[in-house]
């Protein structure tokens, strides 16, 4: 496990200068001979094509799913600051950032009071100011427990983008990420403050019915959302659980 030092950050730092650049990519196609398997040249013309991510390097996020937690927050209003939060599947970093910028972390006029973000990956990830950063895989016992050592009180959000690399079998991407929810959800329970928000990746048809169940009666208020700028071809959808109910 390592902990990254904090350097500064470059989000929205072409903003200005590029909001009205037009994110229409238009249908672009590949004309050079380059040798690629089929699934890499669907995936490179995917990107290509697409306009959150041109819109995403506009505005210096690392990821497109970056526009993902912007409208989640936009419908559920749980990003602020002075908060606690810990972003598990942290990286490349795009919803640490959003993150970063709604708490108020990492500013030039320095952190708000009592803000504190503390990201998780099995994967390195850029450095963000003020960001505690561990490198580590969430399912190890160790993680939860260096996770815990470096939060100095009660955690308000907890978000899990989580999601093993697919491989293709519905069923086995499907019980590889309700493992993932199930932990980040048990590591909720521990740690979360009453009142506190629960934010999840899910594959479509939702939570499992167990899980859904275990939710509603840790929290008030349970929904699922697929946003906007999640791909329409994609299963994944988000399950925002709100009002955490407290240790039982
Ligand atoms: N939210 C990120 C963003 O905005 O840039 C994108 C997250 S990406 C969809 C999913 C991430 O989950 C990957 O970086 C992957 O390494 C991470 N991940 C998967 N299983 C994990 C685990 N057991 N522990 C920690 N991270 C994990």
């Known amino acids: ?8 950050s470059k989000v929205g730092k072409n903003s200005k ?3 009205k650049a037009s994110h229409k990519v238009g249908k672009v196609t590949l004309k050079d001979n380059r040798k690629r398997t089929e699934s890499s040249r669907n995936w ?11 819109k995403a ?14 409208e989640i927050d936009a419908k559920f209003h749980f990003l602020k600051a002075g908060i606690t939060l810990i972003d598990l599947g942290a990286a490349p970093g795009g919803w640490t950032q959003v993150a970063a910028q709604k708490l108020k972390i990492g500013t030039t006029k320095g952190k708000a009071k009592g803000s504190q973000i503390v990201a998780v990956d099995l994967t390195d990830m850029a450095p963000i100011p003020d960001v505690t950063f561990l490198k580590a895989d ?7 427990q260096a996770l815990l050592e470096n939060l100095t009180g009660g955690v308000d959000v907890i978000l899990s983008d989580m999601a093993a690399p697919a491989c293709g079998m519905t069923d086995v991407d499907h019980i590889r990420i309700m493992n993932l929810v199930e932990g ?7 740690v979360l403050k009453p009142g506190g928000t629960f ?25 699922h959302f697929k946003p906007q700028s999640s791909r329409k071809d994609s299963a994944e959808m988000y399950v925002v659980a709100q009002g955490f109910r407290g240790k039982r």
């Open 1 to 8: 496990m390592t902990r990254q030092p904090h350097s500064s």
């Open 17 to 19: 200068k590029k909001s």
């Open 44 to 54: 490179l013309l995917r990107q290509l094509n697409d306009p959150y991510v041109a």
């Open 57 to 70: 390097q506009d505005l210096g996020y690392r990821s497109r799913a970056a526009f993902k937690l912007l």
């Open 138 to 144: 969430f399912t190890d016992e160790a993680t939860v």
């Open 184 to 190: 980040a959800f048990e590591f909720a329970c521990q």
């Open 199 to 223: 934010v999840a990746k899910v594959l479509q048809g939702g939570t499992e019915a167990t899980l859904l169940a275990r939710l509603k009666k840790s929290f008030t208020k349970v929904s």
